[in-house]
């Protein structure tokens, strides 16, 4: 009888300039996965540590938005990036490399070639953290980055409805599959405080948190929708950087501290 071949192996790299890579991954969109990426980055900033932000979704990118990032990064040989920097990050998106309205009608093997190049290409310096803002699904850029990249481990955005979780749980088994550690799941959108002071949990409630339990997965955290963290990403200026003390912030501060943690 024939025996099965062994599975592939992948040379694995690291992103030169950092120590730790960590993926923020939904594998479904509209559930503010960008949002909780750019506020964590600036909350693990506001632990100490020296942060890049890789924005990783080619078709959709989000990043030069986010933080009013509207100058192109520079070349100084035509061959390395300089990554943007703002309030302290290096940043890096293929939002800052084209028109913001642009359509990027791209096959697969190009958005490879754009994910090697925004972290073989960019010279990254002396960050301990770089987050990397994952686009939804399951796709090419995941494979890419689980398969080529060294992670340090994945973060789970989600809302608690069940259509969402349906794609949480997709995402579980393909960090599974591809051995990457899975360093907690959060909770984005879990309630609405009214100006009356009462908790509305518009999109269900505890969804997130089961699913953590039945995956045996570390719960981070329950963030609110709030007025002042769509704002401040409207404007440009993340809530964690321009408001550090703020209750949402605090939040942030919470699971910052728990994935700084997973370090050691």
């Not at 099965?4 to 992948?10: D, I, L, S, T, V």
């Not at 703002?86 to 913001?100: N, R």
Request: glycine share 8%; hydrophobic share 40%; proline share 6%.
């Amino acid at each position: 009888m024939s025996q099965k071949p062994p599975p592939k192996q992948f040379t694995k790299y690291a992103i030169s300039g950092t120590k730790h890579t960590i993926l923020v991954s939904s594998a479904k969109g509209g559930v503010g996965k960008s949002t909780v990426a750019v506020n964590l980055a600036f909350a693990l900033q506001n632990l100490g540590l020296k942060i890049g932000l890789l924005d990783a979704d080619v078709y959709g990118p989000s990043l030069p938005k986010l933080l009013n990032l509207k100058e192109k990064p520079k070349s100084e040989d035509g061959k390395l990036i300089i990554p943007s920097e703002k309030f302290g990050l290096q940043c890096m998106s293929m939002g800052l490399l084209i028109d913001e309205k642009t359509p990027m009608m791209w096959r697969g093997p190009m958005v490879i070639s754009a994910i090697k190049t925004m972290t073989q290409k960019v010279l990254w310096k002396e960050r301990d953290v770089i987050i990397i803002d994952m686009p939804p699904g399951t796709g090419d850029t995941q494979l890419t980055f689980t398969q080529e990249i060294k992670v340090d481990g994945a973060v789970i955005v989600s809302t608690p409805q069940d259509l969402a979780l349906l794609d949480v749980k997709r995402g579980i088994q393909m960090f599974k599959k591809m051995s990457v550690k899975i360093l907690g799941l959060i909770d984005n959108m879990s309630y609405f405080k009214g100006d009356d002071n009462k908790i509305y949990k518009i999109f269900g409630e505890g969804g997130v948190e089961k699913t953590a339990k039945e995956y045996n997965k570390v719960f981070l955290g329950k963030l609110p929708l709030n007025m002042e963290l769509r704002k401040s990403a409207d404007y440009g200026e993340p809530l964690t950087y321009k408001k550090p003390n703020h209750e949402v912030s605090k939040l942030f501060e919470e699971i910052a501290k728990k994935i700084k943690q997973s370090f050691h």
